[in-house]
């Protein structure tokens, strides 16, 4: 016979379970309350790295299943996360950033049971279907990266109270949780460190100034040439290949001196070193290039790119982690978090 003391279940564990595990039976085997595993389960941070170790082994060891379907007609929950991205598909599936995001997002989820779908939007179309959806309560709860200024969905969503956390810092001021990189003091990095080495004419591919990282990674730059009294040569794109090769071949149009160029992504440096050694610039003698990312395509550029690291899975996680506090309606200690960048020296720079 088993008793029970301070809602632990004693002895419990040397009684066979037989048919479906229940979150009971859990609960005895991991010699922890009812609530205790119910939180394990949907995935709350309040509990402790122990409780939840024993947790989770006690459900490998009965082969514990949720009953999904019939929590949420209690609950009113489906388990479900979006992922929303306001991107081509092309660019999301080209460009590591976004990899790196959707793993930590992924690594996260799966430790809640929870369902991760993926939703792009590109055109007002697209978001006006998506927003209906989302609305229609058919997730619990609404990620979204690379936002662009003007659009409403997050707002729409939380007034209608659907949890939304986002990646990187929105344009402008507002009130949301999100993560973001500390990406204008990275930049300040990149840039002092062109100057401390004497480049004095060090332009910048800048990114898209209608989303917070393209405004801040600019607002970095700016910061460390007027420490150093250096003048601006700025030329802008969008975070592309592509665009950081029309936006090198703008710059050497007008600027064929400058002798350094800090670029808004990797992606964006690697077009721009293609232009440097067509137009037959040596890297980094005649032209110093850094990037921002630190993504797997900077350690294999050639010359190897000296970049600011951004952890793109940190931030993933983190934004999976506010979530599901949110929709467990518990409290947080941070909506907003800032993660450190820093600068990963090779031979670009």
Known sequence: MSVSEGGRAVGAEHQP?????TLEAVAARAGVGRGTVSRVINGSPKVSAKARDAVLR????????PNRAARSLVTRRTDTVALVVSESEERI????????IIRGIGSALSE???QLILAMAQTREDHERLETYL?????DGVLMISMHGGDPLWERLERIGVPVVLGGRPPGAASVSY???????????????????????IAAIAGPQDMGVGVDRLAGYRDALAAAELPELVAYGDFSEQSGVEAMRALLAEHGD?????????PMAVGAMRVLREQGRSIPGDVAVIGFDDSPVAAHADPPLTTVHQPAEQMGR?????????????RSEQSVLILDTHLVVRASA
């Open 17 to 21: 379970v037989s048919g479906r595990p």
């Open 58 to 65: 006690a459900v490998e060891e009965l082969g514990y299943v």
């Open 93 to 100: 599936f080209a460009e590591p950033y976004f990899a790196g």
């Open 112 to 114: 809640t049971g929870l």
């Open 135 to 139: 609305a229609g309560r058919h997730v």
């Open 179 to 201: 993560v973001d990189a500390d990406n204008r003091a990275g930049a300040r990095q990149a840039v002092r460190y062109l100057a401390e080495r004497g480049r004095r004419r």
């Open 258 to 266: 400058l002798d350094a160029v800090f670029t808004a992504s990797d």
């Open 318 to 330: 983190q934004m999976a982690h506010l979530l599901v506090t949110r929709i467990n309606g518990e």
